[in-house]
């Protein structure tokens, strides 16, 4: 049983001055494993002070000390990588492929960050006018359960690099693995203030980081409602925002498909971390003539996998982070029944053989419009929607009618005609028959699927100000 009783404060573990307190649980097993005492509005009061303290230091320090930071945060992590692993898997249950991505993914994102650092033009000379790309002030940082320190790692990296300092509020319902990622960082050494980390709700650390006049910067992961408050919170004070949001990505199957390699994309890509994904492609678009053989063998697919807990190494489908979640997902499925569609696999209840943890079963719907609830509204679970479609216009016209637009997806035979569809689309990343995750590439949303980009020289833009100073050139 683990109690996490500290927040992280000005370089050092403290007592909150907060004293609510979650249960933590294990989704696998429903199984209480600790109980995290939360901080409150004077601790995110304190964290933002001490950002604010150690700004001015942070701000002068050159490009090079940043890598070397960026790069002694990378190191730590990776020496910690089992600890991680282990917490990861216990509290949030994730198969061990996603959580084996997960945690070489949170060690490179510093690296790949320093490498930005190195590469990026802090100053630049534009006509008569030299610029500078200057840091904002104190950034803040809201992060969701689905990818705890991944997305800890990637707001924290773009901070540093940017020469900023910042406050995190991670989930409360990933405080195990907060504190395990935490203790990695704090061995990194770095300047006091830099970085802190305050567990606690949205709607009381997460509202007064959003409303703060000391924080200059909001970037922040998770629901496109929670979203629009803290848009509406930082206009206030005119902080510059940051907001990855929700999806609900379209797989756009081209009719001249090769189906051997395309199904298994399509699946993991629709159910890929148990569903707990924005970028998930939950719509899957197929041309008519070829419906009948894309649900024979999407169907197939989806029944050999492996649902259960994440100890498994041959689990492909973990169970959702809470109670909660569960019943959401539960409500959807009764929800597209009642709207009309047909079960290909699935439904409710628990799969057959597990009788205990959060588990959904993997659900495939067929018969669905694009205008169906279950084919518009987010899901976060491993339920997919088979769309049909009578010609590659129809089959762009329905991917983009949706009101996200974050990760959209095209499975051709054709190269070229790929990525003449994937033109088309109205998605901040498109993904070409499953190709690989590009790091330095921008990620972000179209629509309501949020707002600026992350990762890489566009993640760093979103962290800076140009200042321009005219006049001749030295």
Request: aromatic content about 8%; proline content about 5%.
């Amino acid at each position: 049983m683990r109690n996490i009783d500290k927040l992280y404060i000005n370089g050092a573990f403290v007592t909150p001055h907060g004293d609510a307190r979650a249960d933590l649980f294990n989704p696998a097993t429903e199984e209480k494993i600790g109980e995290v005492r939360l901080g409150d509005e004077t601790d995110a009061r304190s964290a933002i002070a001490a950002a604010r303290r150690a700004f001015p230091a942070m701000a002068r320090t050159t490009p090079a000390e940043r890598a070397a930071m960026l790069r002694q945060l990378r190191d730590t992590v990776t020496v910690h990588a089992d600890a991680m692993f282990a917490a990861m898997t216990e509290e949030y249950g994730a198969p061990h492929y996603f959580t084996s991505f997960s945690v070489a993914h949170a060690a490179s994102i510093f690296d790949d960050m320093a490498k930005t650092v190195e590469s990026y033009a802090f100053r630049r000379r534009i006509g008569q006018a030299a610029v500078t790309m200057e840091p904002l002030g104190v950034a803040a940082a809201i992060t969701p359960w689905n990818s705890n320190m991944g997305f800890i790692a990637s707001k924290l990296a773009t901070a540093i690099a940017a020469g900023s300092t910042i406050v995190i509020k991670p989930s409360e319902m990933s405080a195990i693995q907060t504190q395990v990622f935490t203790e990695a960082l704090h061995e990194a050494g770095l300047p006091a203030g830099v970085f802190n980390i305050v567990n606690g709700y949205g709607d009381v650390v997460g509202a007064e980081l959003s409303r703060h006049p000391d924080v200059a910067k909001i970037s922040f992961t998770g629901s496109t409602a929670t979203g629009r408050a803290i848009l509406t919170a930082a206009a206030e004070t005119f902080k510059r925002v940051t907001l990855e949001l929700g999806g609900k990505g379209p797989q756009l199957i081209l009719d001249d498909a090769d189906l051997d390699q395309a199904i298994p994309v399509v699946a993991m890509t629709g159910l890929a971390n148990s569903g707990q994904a924005c970028i998930a492609g939950t719509r899957v678009l197929v041309p008519e003539r070829r419906l009948g053989e894309v649900l024979e063998r999407l169907k197939t697919f989806a029944e050999t996998l492996k649902v259960g807990n994440a100890l498994d190494p041959e689990v492909s489908v973990g169970p959702m982070v809470s109670r909660k979640q569960w019943d959401r997902v539960q409500s959807y499925i009764r929800l597209g029944l009642d709207e009309g569609a047909t079960l290909l696999t699935g439904g409710e209840g628990l799969p057959e053989g597990l009788e205990r943890g959060w588990f959904v079963r993997p659900t495939i719907f067929t018969d669905v419009n694009n205008q169906m609830r279950i084919a518009r509204e987010e899901i976060f679970g491993p339920v997919l929607c088979v769309i049909p479609y009578r010609d590659e216009a129809e089959a762009i016209a329905i991917a983009n009618d949706t009101v996200y637009g974050l990760q959209s997806y095209v499975l051709s035979a054709d190269q070229a005609r790929a990525r003449r569809v994937a033109a088309e689309l109205q998605a901040g990343r498109v993904v070409i028959n499953g190709a690989p995750h590009e790091p330095l590439a921008p990620f972000g949303g179209f629509k309501q699927s949020g707002i600026g980009r992350e990762y890489g020289a566009f993640g760093l833009d979103a962290f800076l100000e140009p200042k321009a100073v005219l006049g001749p050139a030295e």
